[in-house]
């Protein structure tokens, strides 16, 4: 594996309906390469920004020491990036060195049709390249659906690049039913009905990104994108183990903050429950709903944020356990008790 920062010129138009230069990177973003693919991220960071007579933060700045407070945000299945942007402003004007990555897959990463190049474990992989790249030793690790698992793939495979984990809506044993209910018809028709998905992304296209707000557009990029990928990709983590097995996860030493709420079926409140506690070190954080982070974040951040002044204290970095060793069972906090799907 190589690992290259690349720069943009000249502008071409994404599947998005994003501007890339002539490298093929989107412009400003940077990039790297992971077994001769393409990986795309942004970093945020340089903060602490200063408080402003509103009680705001103010613009923090876009570049970071190297090992300062790193925090890798990573996304949902078939979404980008852009879905973390304004969480990732909000962690990096409070002092935190964010990056937000695309996946193998997707956004403005390569998008390759093999579907053996899609796995869990191959996910987990490529966070620990950018890590190598990037040069940090250890980072927090936070994921939303499919990033939630590899945040926990990598808690088994490299536990020791981890100082803490945000697992936002697991996709565990109580999810699988309504999962393989929910993503079969989209594999059908991106696999078996290309040519008409093909269309209907030309047609998503062509709506302009300015003419949406920014939730709105990460939404439709669902559709934008290529559907020849995304169908590779869905029969690549369906025929993968989706996360480690629990009496695996009961080892996870790693600090954890789980987030969950209720009334999904795909991610359901009860996988978060079990999950926070069978961690040693984790607790459950419940959100009053699926868009509470998005559309009302002040709570969740906050959260957040006070997490990752916890793990990043000099006190956490002398009590963490190191790993492979035992470490006493804490206790589980919770909102609400008892977690209930």
């Known amino acids: 594996m190589s690992a290259c920062a690349n720069t943009t010129s000249a502008l071409l138009t994404t599947d998005y309906g994003w501007d890339r230069g002539t490298d093929g990177n989107l412009n400003g973003m940077s990039s790297f390469k992971f077994e001769g693919q393409r990986i795309a991220y942004t970093e945020f960071g340089g903060g602490p920004a200063a408080v402003t007579a509103a009680g705001g933060r103010g613009r923090t700045a876009k570049s970071a020491p190297a090992n300062t407070r790193p925090l ?4 949902g299945v078939l979404l980008s990036q852009e879905m973390h942007r ?15 990555v695309d996946l193998l897959g997707h956004g403005q990463s390569d998008r390759p049709r093999d579907m053996w190049r899609y796995s ?10 950018l890590m190598d790249h990037l040069q940090i030793e250890q980072a927090v690790v936070m994921g939303t659906s499919l990033g939630a698992n590899t945040a926990l793939e990598i808690a088994s495979v490299a536990p020791e690049r981890l100082r803490g984990m945000v697992i936002e809506m697991p996709v565990l044993d109580n999810a699988l039913l309504w999962s393989a209910l929910f993503f079969t018809p989209q594999l059908v028709a991106l696999t078996f009905g290309e ?6 992304a030309r047609g998503a296209r062509a709506v302009p990104r ?13 559709i934008r994108q290529e559907p020849g990928p995304s169908g590779a990709l869905l029969q690549g983590l369906f025929f993968g183990r989706i996360a480690p097995h629990r009496n695996e996860r009961r080892t996870f030493h790693v600090p954890a903050l789980v987030l969950g709420h209720r009334r999904d079926p795909i991610h359901p409140f009860s996988d ?9 070190n984790g607790r459950l954080l419940e959100a009053d ?12 951040t906050g959260e957040i944020a006070s997490f990752l002044d916890e793990v990043w204290s000099p006190q956490s970095a002398r009590s963490v356990p190191r790993p492979k060793r035992p470490s006493k069972r804490t206790g589980v906090a919770s909102r609400t008790g008892a977690a209930s799907g």
Do not use: C, F
């Not at 890798?72 to 996304?75: A, E, L, Q, S, T």
């Not at 869990?120 to 390249?129: C, E, R, V």
């Not at 300015?210 to 669902?222: G, K, Q, R, S």
């Open 272 to 280: 978060a429950g079990m999950l926070a506690d069978e961690l040693p």
């Open 86 to 100: 304004p969480l990732a402003k909000a962690l990096a004007a409070r002092g935190n060195r964010v990056i937000t």
């Open 289 to 300: 709903s699926l868009v509470e982070l998005r559309m009302h974040p002040e709570r969740l």
């Open 210 to 222: 300015w003419l949406l707000p920014h939730y709105a557009n990460v939404t439709l990029d669902l």
């Open 120 to 129: 869990m474990g191959i996910l987990a992989q490529q966070l620990i390249a």
């Open 195 to 200: 040519p008409a998905m093909r269309l209907i």
């Open 72 to 75: 890798i945000i990573v996304h």
